[in-house]
């Protein structure tokens, strides 16, 4: 395939673009902008600066990637957004570049950010990630591997969302959610575990059986977490994504976790 780029793009001259990308009408790549290859910018979107997409990346009508942060500290550092192979942004979604805190803002492979979406500086979004309409990330939230983030949802700044967690629409993520649980209100609150998407997901029966066992024990029972932990260690099988349960909780920053 050969370069598709409309005679009404503007192109910096030091952007790289890859020899078979689609770049619509009034599209704008900017200053140190590389687009890989079978990636598609979409008509009137915007790579302002300093904005790496992998490959077969598409970015829908009107996006905005590569703003400066939305922070009074940030001093004009160089700082990236980086967006993984095969993730589509569709229309009129924002990511904002980084702060001197990571010096960029990434989004992983194979993710699927939907219309609206904002994320703010310093946010790292693992791999398959799902984030619907409308949903707000203030800056340093980390979303971590397959997890799902429903429509209208708000995320505060330096929240952790787990692995294969599930956010139902229309919440305030104030605090962070352990992997393989799902969660939903204003104020949110944890619902169990994510047993369906678990099973979509082609989890064995029996990590799923470990995993509601350790979400009782640490968040359906009388015990304090220094308890639940020490139950956890000495009843628990050792499966990975029990330990990975377990790694995240001894992980908690200043945000304390969703009950």
Known sequence: MTQRIHPTAII?????????VDVGAFAIIGEGCTVGEGSVIAARATLERNVLLGKRVKVGIGTVLGGDPQDLKFKGEHTTVEIGDNTTLREYLTINRGTSQSF???????????????????????????????????????????????????????VSIGRFSFIGGCSRVAQNVPPYTKAVGNPIKLYGLNSVGLRRNNFPDEVIRELKRAYRLFFRSELNVTQARARAENELQPFPEVL????????????GFVL
Do not use: W
């Not at 703010?120 to 979303?143: E, K, M, Y």
């Not at 990975?244 to 945000?255: A, C, G, H, T």
């Open 244 to 255: 990975e349960f377990l790694r995240f909780l001894d992980s908690n920053n200043d945000r």
């Open 104 to 158: 960029k803002t990434t989004v992983g492979k194979d993710c699927f950010l939907m219309s609206y979406v904002h994320l703010a500086h310093d946010c790292h979004v693992g791999d398959g990630v799902i984030i619907s309409n409308a949903t707000q990330l203030a800056g340093h939230v980390t979303i971590e591997d397959r997890a799902i983030v429903s429509g209208v949802s708000a995320v505060h700044q330096f």
């Open 12 to 20: 910096h001259p030091d952007a790289v673009l890859a020899d078979d």
